[in-house]
């Protein structure tokens, strides 16, 4: 057991975040209560008010966990390359983001319920979190692509970061929607998120190589 109040309480939350995560493996965001979360703790679903007011401030928590998981990904092709090619980094890229699929799926389809049912000082530092990856791919791009200018950069964090909502859509389909395209004959071809990541990137930056 941690010593110390400050070492319990993030122990606690750990518990907690742990316990959404692996709910959210086989149940949806609307399925899952506090009181499935609690029951896969070792505390009472009470206490769990006591680290989270709601729901999706848990899952907000797990999303953060997520993004710094990524950043540390990010700073290791930094410190561990002194340089890639647009298809290196590319790949590279894809890899950290083909180990992110709870993250994806957040993104992409809770994202607005976590931040709309949180409290304003959750979501600041959940803010934090997003904002450092920001700075880790800015700081990919300046160090593997010096010639890109600052606008380049901002180009590139533009079309980026909004193309990470889809990701998961499109690459991650339930029996019912492959049976509705089959239906609809809409044309679907099975990606992979590094497939579909590790393209993305070499176009958008195929002006640097």
Request: glycine share 4%; net charge negative; hydrophobic share 40%.
């Amino acid at each position: 057991m941690p010593k110390g109040s400050d070492e319990l309480t993030q122990a606690r939350k750990d518990e907690i975040v742990n316990a959404c995560a692996e709910l959210y493996e086989t149940m949806g965001f609307r399925d899952i209560t506090i009181r499935d979360i609690g029951a896969k703790t070792s505390f009472t679903r009470t206490s769990i008010y006591n680290y989270f007011q709601t729901k999706e401030e848990i899952f907000l928590a797990l999303l953060q966990r997520e993004h710094e998981t990524w950043i540390a990904d990010l700073e290791e092709i930094i410190q561990g390359n002194e340089s890639l090619s647009v298809d290196g980094f590319a790949g590279a890229l894809a890899h950290t983001l083909e180990k992110r699929v709870c993250m994806l799926k957040l993104m992409s389809m809770n994202l607005y319920d976590m931040e709309g049912n949180s409290r304003l000082e959750n979501l600041a530092v959940f803010k934090q979190s997003y904002a450092g990856t920001l700075r880790a791919v800015t700081c990919c791009l300046e160090k593997f692509f010096p010639c890109m200018t600052p606008v380049d950069v901002q180009n590139f964090i533009y079309a980026f970061f909004p193309f990470l909502f889809g990701i998961y859509p499109y690459t991650s389909h339930t029996e019912k929607q492959l049976e509705a395209m089959k239906l609809a004959h809409v044309n679907h071809i099975d990606y992979s998120v590094y497939e579909i990541v590790k393209t993305f990137i070499a176009r958008l930056l195929r002006s640097f190589h």
